[in-house]
């Protein structure tokens, strides 16, 4: 009767391991779409020399459509005017350069969340920054 108990006590905790496991393995690929996706977006900005208002569009409804989110949730952040590729050696480093950042919501990050603490958010958002060099020519 003993060992009963102590199964009957154990077993739930051992299950939030398995828990934990599918939402950290959801939430890893979750982040490789999102990678992906924000990748292939920064290429069509390199060859148009910026994020256009069409490439943000673009990015946002296909992070949307493929992670289950509203286009609102997700922010782009980028670098408004047209820069161009430099065909000099630039010391400074800075021209010729787009800088983007991308912020977005990553569902549930602990399993049972509630019974370990209740303040804190359950919630993460995936931020990834960047810069790349234009391909347009002047």
């Known amino acids: 009767m ?3 108990i ?4 154990v077993l739930p ?13 959801r ?3 979750a982040t490789a779409i999102a990678e992906e996706e924000i990748r292939a977006a920064c290429e069509l900005a390199r060859s148009a020399g910026c994020f256009t208002q069409e490439i943000r569009t673009q990015l946002k409804s296909n992070l949307a459509e493929k992670l289950g989110l509203s286009p609102t949730d997700i922010t782009v952040t980028a670098d408004e005017g047209v820069v161009y590729r430099l065909n ?4 400074t480093g800075e021209r010729g350069l787009i800088r983007y950042s991308v912020s977005v919501p990553i569902g549930r990050v602990m399993a049972v969340s509630g019974l370990f603490s ?3 958010p359950n ?3 995936l931020t990834i920054r960047g810069t790349m060099a234009s391909e347009r020519l002047p």
């Open 2 to 4: 003993k060992q009963f």
């Open 6 to 9: 102590v199964l009957a006590a």
């Open 13 to 25: 905790l051992m299950l939030l391991f398995v828990a934990q496991y599918a939402i950290d393995q």
């Open 27 to 29: 939430n890893h690929a």
């Open 88 to 91: 000099y050696f630039d010391s």
């Open 118 to 120: 209740t303040n804190t």
């Open 123 to 125: 919630t993460r958002v």
